[in-house]
């Protein structure tokens, strides 16, 4: 058995299992390895009754202070007793378990693990792991244990069975990191970070583990990027692009003037398309700067130009709003061009005409989601494309559409406030202008930071809102409840919250495991007013444009990286009115209060990102996942700035001694360099 062993090798994984382990990504061993936890569940000291955090799993210790109780009926007996410390006192119930009334006297000294919740005034402790004699509890103190991303059917002791088996089997001693990167680096080795990351003994042993990964996973990147880098150098401009007259009379026919900052980025966009090489630059601009003016302008000067223009969003209610305000634009301004909507959804005709109408040159600007790359579609003369960063490196796309044509112009457009030394590694291939501004016409979101007991009160400045004919978002951290994280169920909340607000108001729901369609249809009727409440998880970051939305509410706020939450509160403020971010803390720590008073004093993604990576430190590794920008299985860009450097140090390193890695001490990491390109759909020359 080796990593490249079919994952149905292992004892008691049938032909029903593999095929769930097939869902989450996992067919072969090595698969199965890199299938990282997503957290841990923690077994910490004790602390006082007093101290144990509201909504989240406590450790507390005491002695039972009086004779337990059982009540409820035949299907649900509740088990009571009170628990008490020097600095208070805890009503702990167990459900279903009457017998526990025969284990449990008064006087008895007791440790409880479970969550902690208030109901009328009271704290309660929820079905509690026990522990009694308390010394027992000595042994599981400080341990980890793995919880995994699951799917319907896969629980997370399966999976943990199917690791341990693995890494009993496996000769994991060959590491394919050269010994002199790690000395240098200070790295573990191979083996003892696979086992350290899957069943980590302490927490320093999953720092050391989770620290090579991320390094590593980092440098495979970089070397990819390097590659694709060095392909796209300096390519020669193929396309005859001049300014055009017309672009200028439109820019002085709008409404409103373009801030300094978009003056500067479009001219660097316009001198490019003019020059003697293609463009590859990203657009770096915080939520609202007025990026898309920019892409709509080079789609612009391509078609006055006589070429074509693509523009591919991450969703196809995005892909629709584009088209619908280029459609507007075109038409308004009268700019003699003809834009074209292509998405995944439409009719078998309405994409054999939208085809035809692409090639035969009708149409100079195309507007879409990943359609937009398949083979069906030929282009005329495609002379830009716009991307944006949820389509991991701008190159994969450039590569499919330079196999249409001439290799155009790339534009990508990202709203993830990265400090700018990271973004030149993230994206090494690309030219990077920032729009540092916001339109003089944006009125400033309003923030506050508060603890769940201000709910009502949120509750009903939404209310007010909504009869002033707004519309709110409530973003909640998870879909389902897991016991691992107890956060805000998606779909319990939109209804407790249907209840709370009444029938004339409409709340829905809408997540992550909901199919294309129906998000689509969700947001196309919040779009229309429809929804007046729409209650998500994350996938609403690169949702729609929804300018009556006024109000932005984050349940669990602390769950959330920083630049997670400033890129969700962009979702409000996109119109003329008042709009305003309430985030909605279930922890009452300095650590956690001073993280979001960050965002509560500011609204520039920059500054906030530069502030959230001098706020990180090696003890937030447990953290929060700050986004999913570039899809790293382990790594963070914000949470390891510091490794991405360091692996961007070594590829350095490694590249200018030996750039086609033909050393002895590198073919194991080309060999790597490969599986990966291959996995994430890249060409390679290696």
Same mark, same amino acid.
């Given at each position: ?225 390097? @590659?694709?880098? &060095? ?5 020669? *401009?193929?396309?005859? !692009?001049?300014? /055009? +007259? =017309? ?73 629709? @709003?584009?088209? &619908? ?5 075109? *038409?308004?301004?009268? !700019?003699?061009? /003809? +834009? =074209? ?346």
């Amino acid at each position: 058995m080796n990593e490249k062993s079919s994952i149905s090798e292992l004892k008691g994984i049938g032909e029903k299992t593999e095929q769930l382990f097939h869902k989450i990504g996992v067919r072969t061993i090595g698969d199965l390895l890199r299938y990282y936890p997503r957290g841990y569940d923690v077994y910490e000291a004790p602390v006082p009754i007093s101290e144990a955090e509201m909504g989240k799993t406590s450790t507390v210790s005491g002695i039972i202070s009086a004779k337990p109780q059982v009540g409820g009926n035949k299907n649900m007996q509740i088990t009571t007793i009170s628990v008490k410390d020097a600095s208070g006192i805890l009503k702990v119930v167990w459900f279903r378990m009457p017998f526990l009334k025969n284990t449990l006297v008064k006087g008895q000294d007791i440790i409880l693990r479970g969550r902690v919740v208030e109901k009328k005034g009271q704290r309660f402790m929820e079905h509690p792991e026990l522990f009694s004699p308390a010394q027992t509890y000595e042994i599981k103190q400080d341990t980890l244990q793995p919880i995994y991303p699951l799917t319907a059917g896969l629980t997370n002791n399966l999976i943990v069975k199917a690791m341990r088996q693995a890494l009993e089997y496996l000769d994991l001693s060959q590491d394919f990191l050269p010994n002199r990167i790690r000395m240098k680096y200070h790295l573990a080795e191979y083996n003892y970070a696979v086992r350290g990351i899957h069943f980590p003994e302490n927490k320093e042993q999953f720092y050391f583990a989770r620290e090579r990964l991320v390094f590593e996973e980092f440098l495979i990147f970089i070397l990819a990027l390097r @590659q694709t880098k &060095e392909k796209n150098e300096k390519e020669i *401009n193929g396309f005859s !692009i001049v300014q /055009k +007259a =017309e672009i200028d009379q439109f820019l002085k026919s709008l409404p409103y003037e373009l801030t300094n900052a978009q003056k500067k980025v479009w001219k660097e966009i316009q001198s490019e398309m003019c020059g003697k090489y293609t463009m590859s630059r990203l657009i770096q601009g915080d939520v609202g700067s007025g990026k898309t003016i920019l892409a709509v302008l080079a789609l612009m000067l391509a078609g006055l130009n006589g070429y074509q223009g693509a523009m591919m969003a991450p969703t196809e209610v995005l892909a629709k @709003q584009h088209y &619908e305000s280029v459609t507007a634009l075109l *038409n308004t301004y009268q !700019i003699p061009l /003809k +834009a =074209e909507l292509l998405t995944g959804s439409m009719t078998v005709k309405e994409k054999r005409l939208a085809y035809e109408r692409i090639e035969n040159g009708e149409v100079q600007i195309v507007l879409g989601t990943h359609a937009l790359i398949q083979e069906k579609v030929n282009y005329q003369n495609l002379a830009i494309v716009v991307t944006d960063e949820q389509h991991r490196f701008g190159v994969r796309q450039r590569e499919s559409f330079a196999k249409k044509g001439t290799v155009p112009h790339i534009l990508v457009m990202s709203a993830t406030p990265i400090p700018r030394t990271l973004a030149i590694i993230i994206y090494g291939e690309l030219d990077i202008s920032v729009i540092d501004e916001l339109p003089a016409n944006r009125l400033p979101i309003k923030n506050c930071v508060v603890d769940t007991g201000y709910r009502p009160k949120a509750y009903r400045f939404m209310q007010k809102q909504i009869a002033e004919g707004r519309q709110c978002y409530v973003i909640c951290p998870m879909v389902e409840e897991s016991e691992a994280m107890e956060a805000e169920n998606v779909t319990d909340y939109a209804r407790n919250l249907q209840a709370e607000l009444g029938t004339s108001i409409h709340v829905a729901a809408l997540h992550g495991k909901m199919k294309q369609k129906q998000k689509d249809e969700i947001m196309e009727a919040f779009a229309r007013n429809e929804i007046q409440v729409l209650v998500s998880t994350t996938v609403i970051e690169v949702g729609i444009n929804v300018p009556n939305a006024t109000v932005m509410m984050v349940e669990n706020a602390e769950r959330f990286g920083l630049a997670q939450l400033h890129q969700l509160r962009g979702r409000v403020g996109r119109g003329t009115q008042q709009s305003y971010c309430i985030f909605m803390s279930g922890s009452k720590t300095k650590e956690t209060k001073k993280r979001l008073e960050i965002l509560n004093k500011s609204n520039d993604g920059f500054y906030i990102a530069n502030e959230d990576l001098k706020l990180r430190g090696p003890g937030d590794l447990f953290g929060i996942r700050q986004s999913g920008l570039m899809d790293f299985r382990i790594g963070d860009v914000f949470q390891d700035a510091n490794l991405l450097h360091k692996a961007n140090d070594a590829a350095n390193d490694i590249l200018s001694e030996d750039p086609e890695l033909l050393k002895d001490e590198h073919l194991r990491i080309k060999e790597h360099l490969k599986h990966y390109m291959t996995e994430i759909n890249l060409e390679t020359t290696l």
